[in-house]
């Protein structure tokens, strides 16, 4: 009967509301920014308003505000390539160099290759991450990264990124080892694919220009929870609330929605549930890889053995176009997960299921927390065809817009 009410009371016209309200009233999110406050101050008044006891947290954190940069094409063939500086970058007014296509970035894709005082192209499809790209760049001597995005041959769309490999605020020791002193943009597929054509063909020279705020802001996370205090057991959710610039409505702005509506339908049945809940809502996900949830596991670490059961993360939601269920999440909670999605999204779904690894807020592996997130994704063949756009060609771009989330996957989401 419980699970009958809680399904009977979701609402995803609801959480569609919260997904219009943040991409049309309070777009581009950057941790640290009067928006990014905004959303924390959303989410704090929807919380109390849904009965939960909420509060912001402030502190501060490494985060990073970039902005326009610019490639140059020197030779063979000169012309203009409009790029996004990536977050953390290295600001340059111009530097010019050789260029050396390197692959997806990674240690193997540099066997046979100098590229010491040279600048890098590489693909911003996963494996290594777009972080450990730019690591590698570096300690291998690279002068600079330019990364292309994923997507089709002829995605246009300019990407987004942090390239700062450091979780969570860096340590002393990590802001030397974790923090590259590089250069880095972002460009379009179609031109990316350009310049690969040309460096593999011949001497291929390129200069190119970055600019990054880089530095420590004031950031602002919020929390809500009910039942989850004097030692009590509890579950929690979460998701980050910053963004990139633009509506980001995949990216994060439908989580924050599905978290929303969550916590208000539990706690409506409190009565009901064996053990209670705390919600969170992370900044500095995007320009300081994950900041706030890796500081709630460092500032709530014995709270969290003690009595927190699992963490559920909710990240890009309800993709337009999806038509397969991707569950990630440690092996102990692996059969429940599947079971779980199993029952809620019927026998015609495909479920991918596989061992979650450190990304998105994964910060609570150090706690041992049984850990586990879903998303819709495309099937592999749609992904091999978009240079492994498994999250969609818009993904860290302008095009993130609220057509890019559909409705009924949303319902499926909050039903799993």
Request: proline share 4%.
């Amino acid at each position: 009967m419980t699970l009958e009410r809680i399904l009977g009371e979701l609402s995803v016209d609801r959480a569609w509301a919260h997904l219009e309200h943040i991409t049309q009233d309070i777009p581009s999110r950057l941790a640290g920014s009067e928006n990014s406050r905004r959303m924390a101050e959303y989410a704090n008044d929807q919380l109390a308003e849904a009965g939960l006891a909420s509060q912001m947290h402030e502190f501060r954190g490494l985060v990073s505000f970039p902005e326009a940069g610019e490639v140059r094409v020197l030779s063979p063939e000169p012309r203009i390539i409009q790029a996004n500086t990536l977050g953390h970058s290295a600001s340059t007014e111009g530097i010019e160099g050789d260029l050396v296509y390197v692959g997806s970035g990674a240690e193997s894709d540099y066997e046979g290759k100098d590229v010491v005082g040279k600048i890098t192209l590489s693909e911003l499809s996963y494996s290594p991450a777009r972080h450990e790209k730019a690591l590698i760049a570096w300690q291998k001597g690279s002068t600079a990264q330019i990364m292309m995005n994923w997507g089709h041959e002829t995605n246009e769309a300019i990407p987004f990124g942090s390239m700062k490999s450091a979780w969570g605020n860096p340590t002393p020791e990590t802001l030397v080892s974790e923090m590259p002193d590089l250069p880095c943009l972002g460009i379009a597929r179609t031109e990316g694919l350009r310049l690969k054509d040309a460096s593999l063909a011949g001497p291929t020279r390129v200069w190119l220009r970055a600019k990054a705020d880089n530095g420590w802001q004031p950031l602002t996370m919020t929390t809500g929870e009910f039942r989850a205090d004097a030692g009590r057991q509890f579950l929690l959710i979460g998701g980050h609330m910053d963004s990139w610039f633009g509506p980001q409505a995949t990216d994060n702005a439908a989580g924050s929605a599905c978290i929303l509506e969550l916590a208000r339908v539990f706690n409506l049945i409190a009565d009901d549930l064996p053990r209670g809940l705390v919600a969170g809502f992370w900044m500095g996900h995007e320009t300081g890889t994950m900041i706030s949830s890796s500081r709630f596991a460092d500032t709530n670490w014995d709270r969290l053995r003690r009595s927190c059961i699992a963490y559920l993360q909710i990240d890009q939601p309800a993709i337009a176009g999806s038509s397969t269920w991707h569950l990630s999440s440690t092996d102990d909670i692996q059969q429940y997960g599947v079971r779980v999605a199993r029952e809620a999204l019927g026998p015609e779904m495909e479920i991918h299921w596989g061992r979650q690894q450190k990304n998105g807020d994964s910060s609570f592996f150090g706690v041992g927390l049984p850990c586990i997130g879903g998303e819709m994704s495309f099937t592999d063949e749609q992904i091999q065809r978009t240079a492994l756009a498994s999250l969609g060609w818009w993904h860290h771009s302008i095009e993130n817009t609220i057509d890019k989330v559909d409705k009924g996957r949303l319902a499926q989401h909050l039903r799993v």
